[in-house]
Structures are given as C-alpha cells and as structure tokens.
C-alpha cells in the first residue's frame, strides 16, 4: 500500500474515533492532516478567543518546512499510537 492509500485510510479511521481526543492530541492530527494535504499554513491566525481554533492553527505553522510525506508519516504512526485510546 503507498504512503497516500495508508494516509488516506488512516484518515478515515480518526474521524472514526469513538472518543474525541484532547485538545492538544486533535489540534495535532489536524495540523499533521493540512501540512499533508495543504503543505505550509498561508492562512492568518484565527480571530477570537475559541481555544481550539487557536490551538489548531499554532500546531500547523509550527510544521512549516516539514514535508508533505514526512506529515503523512508522522500522522499515520501517531494515529496507530493513539488508535487503541479513542476507539474505545
């Protein structure tokens, strides 16, 4: 299976999650998922006091420079990590 087909299926089964993770724990897979789908941030930081939005959009300019595979890479082992936690 390429990187892209196990990134892709990897990405179904987050959003499959039965638990929501942390804050900290989504905000990372999102910002993995967009620098691996989207490559650097190129949007301004979000306006308001919502935490999350915040959170999200700092773990995703924080990955400038990383690759798009090295993001896949990373989302994929960190999602087989965290799988037996949020499945329940």
């Known amino acids: 299976m390429s990187l892209a ?8 089964k987050v959003a499959a ?3 929501v ?3 900290g724990v989504f905000a990372e897979f999102y910002s993995l998922y967009k620098q691996a789908t989207a490559g650097d941030c ?3 930081a979000p306006k308001g006091s919502d935490s999350l939005s915040v959170a ?3 773990a995703w300019v924080a990955l400038k420079g990383t690759s798009k595979e090295d993001a896949m890479k990373k989302y994929v082992t960190r999602a087989q990590e965290l ?4 499945q329940k």
Request: net charge negative; hydrophobic share 20%.
């Open 5 to 12: 087909d196990q990134f892709a299926d990897t990405a179904k």
């Open 17 to 19: 999650f039965k638990t």
């Open 21 to 23: 993770p942390e804050e």
């Open 42 to 44: 190129s949007e301004g």
């Open 56 to 58: 999200k959009h700092n």
């Open 83 to 86: 799988a037996p936690k949020y």
